[in-house]
Nanobody
Framework: QVQLVESGGGSVQAGGSLTLSCALS???????MAWFRQAPGMSREGVAA??????TIYADSVKGRLTISKDNAKNLYLQMNGLKLEDTAMYYC???????????????????WGQGTQVTVSS
């Protein structure tokens, strides 16, 4: 059984910080570990990912503000700084157990999704 459980979402003021966490329980080798987000009426967007070789990938909109990291194969984090109103969205922990199929920030690459945790940025 595969489980991805997010936590850490909440409401913060613009310019503030928040850290999201994800506990992953996946037996297969995980090629991609990522964070996606989706705001109402918007498409799901890949935000940050740890690629197969361990390098990190970020969407242009969050570069310099959000940082993805992991402490082991089970825990994934997203440190969010300098939050903006447009960062408001449901954030999803995601993982790929496929060695190919797209970039790690492409939804088609993802095999497993968490239930999501809401991040709301207010003025």
């Amino acid at each position: 059984q595969v489980q991805l459980v997010e936590s850490g979402g909440g409401s913060v003021q613009a310019g503030g910080s928040l850290t999201l966490s994800c506990a992953l329980s996946i037996s297969s080798y995980t090629y991609c570990m990522a964070w996606f987000r989706q705001a109402p009426g918007m498409s799901r967007e890949g935000v940050a990912a740890i690629a197969p070789l361990g390098n990190t990938i970020y969407a242009d909109s969050v570069k310099g503000r959000l940082t993805i990291s992991k402490d082991n194969a089970k825990n994934l984090y997203l440190q969010m700084n300098g939050l903006k109103l447009e960062d408001t969205a449901m954030y999803y922990c995601a993982a790929s157990v496929s060695p190919y199929g797209g970039g790690c920030l492409e939804a088609r690459r993802i095999n497993y999704w968490g239930q999501g945790t809401q991040v709301t940025v207010s003025s």
